[in-house]
């Protein structure tokens, strides 16, 4: 996943691709619009390469075969049920404490989250270069220079995937996912501070940010890496490991934490 966001930041990053593909530059449309397209392109061709290879490396058996038969009456024989919607929410009354903590931190985390990932790139444009989506270049090199921010963000995610568990075998996991939420406030608390010192600086609309300010807000992206990998794996460990003591099943653990994930939308 971090070598995938790393690609995909790093394209958005670059400004050059119209001359890689010069038909998607048109009178109307412009140089960041040929940009976006050429990503557009580019992402067709890495799915048609990735479809390509998952497809030849699957060994699956015929329908028509013995051995599909086989297991289609293994399946059927089965006395496992699948869950319906209203069979997920009645296991909610079996949750011990502890689940309960685990799913409302969850929460209030990606209502925290969700916000930097939506409009990160565009807090960079605006509000660290001054500019206005279609007006201007200021904008468009925000945008990019926020991309080359969640691509740094990206290599520490996976250097930090990688420690992961060793952090947690040292530490525990508890005590890491506390540490990487902290630390994630108090990034949300600088860029609040950093945007304040750029509109005091005075250079909003008129020039380029300073460097120095540039070097901050990239700082920023950067250090979000670590917690953003913690919340992406410490809390389906922790609740994996609350609900199998209740034999519920990890299928469970992973469906309830996500409805923690996506009710904040």
């Known amino acids: 996943m971090a070598i995938g966001n790393i690609l995909g930041y790093a394209t958005g990053s670059y400004s050059g691709w119209y001359k890689v593909f010069p038909f998607t530059l048109t009178p109307a449309c412009n140089i960041s619009c040929a ?3 050429s990503a557009f392109f580019l992402d067709i061709i890495f799915i048609l390469i990735t479809t390509y290879i998952s497809i030849m490396a699957a060994n699956e058996v015929p329908l028509g075969s013995s051995g599909a038969a086989n297991a289609e009456a293994e399946e059927s024989g089965g006395s496992a049920e699948e869950a319906f919607l209203w069979e997920l929410f009645g296991t909610f009354r079996y949750f011990s404490k502890p ?6 931190v969850t929460a ?46 990206s290599v520490v995610l ?17 005590f890491v996912w506390g540490v990487a939420n902290i630390l994630m406030a108090i990034c949300f608390v600088a860029m609040l501070v950093v945007t304040y010192v750029a509109n005091t600086i005075g250079y909003l609309g008129k020039d380029l ?25 410490v809390p389906y460990a922790l609740i994996s490991t609350h609900i199998q003591s209740l034999g519920l099943g990890q299928g469970l653990s992973m469906g309830v934490l996500n409805l923690a994930i996506v009710l904040p939308q």
């Not at 996976?158 to 508890?174: A, D, F, H, N, V």
Request: hydrophobic residues 45%.
């Open 35 to 37: 940009n976006l397209k």
């Open 99 to 104: 689940i309960w903590v685990i799913l409302s």
């Open 108 to 153: 209030l985390t990606w209502i925290a989250w969700f916000p930097f990932l939506l409009f990160d790139t565009d807090w960079m444009g605006r509000e660290i270069y001054g500019g206005e989506p279609n007006g201007g270049a200021n904008y468009d090199t925000g945008v990019r220079m926020g991309a080359l921010g969640l691509l740094l963000n």
């Open 158 to 174: 996976g250097i930090t995937s990688l420690l992961m568990e060793r952090l947690c075998r040292k530490r525990g996991p508890g």
């Open 209 to 233: 940010p300073p460097t120095r300010i540039v070097i901050y807000a990239l700082t920023i992206f950067t250090i979000l890496g670590f917690p953003l990998a913690i919340t992406y794996s």
